[in-house]
Nanobody, 128 residues
Framework: QVQLVESGGGLVQAGGSLRLSCAAS????????MGWFRQAPGKEREFVAA????????YYAESVKGRFTISRDNAKNTAYLQMNSLKPEDTAVYSC?????????????????????WGQGTQVTVSS
């Protein structure tokens, strides 16, 4: 049974930082792209970032480029999202997701429908 479990969310002031973690089990972690998505109340799910199994391929949404950093540790079966210079508009539930790595070029890596497994999400709230 595949499980993705996020942690690290919380309340932070604008300009602050948070580091999210996504611990994976039940899958061959190094065979999967790991992605982060977010969803704010009343809004559609939005792509944030994705990283290939090797870490050599990384892709960010324009809205977070230069502020967020995605990484992974295959030995720990864990993906991370370092979020700096947070803004109130970053407030959302952040979820990690896994997509088979061989589909990196053949499917939209920034669309939620490309991903096979999902975590339950962690709330990030940025106060102004």
């Amino acid at each position: 049974q595949v499980q993705l479990v996020e942690s690290g969310g919380g309340l932070v002031q604008a300009g602050g930082s948070l580091r999210l973690s996504c611990a994976a089990s039940g899958l061959t972690f190094s065979s999967y792209v790991m992605g982060w998505f977010r969803q704010a109340p009343g809004k559609e799910r939005e792509f944030v970032a994705a990283i290939r199994w090797s870490g050599a391929g990384i892709y960010y949404a324009e809205s977070v480029k230069g502020r967020f950093t995605i990484s992974r540790d295959n030995a720990k079966n864990t993906a991370y999202l370092q979020m700096n210079s947070l803004k109130p508009e970053d407030t959302a539930v952040y979820s990690c997701a896994a997509m088979y790595d061989s589909r990196w070029y053949s499917t939209p890596r920034d669309h939620w429908s490309s991903y096979d497994y999902w975590g339950q999400g962690t709330q990030v709230t940025v106060s102004s």
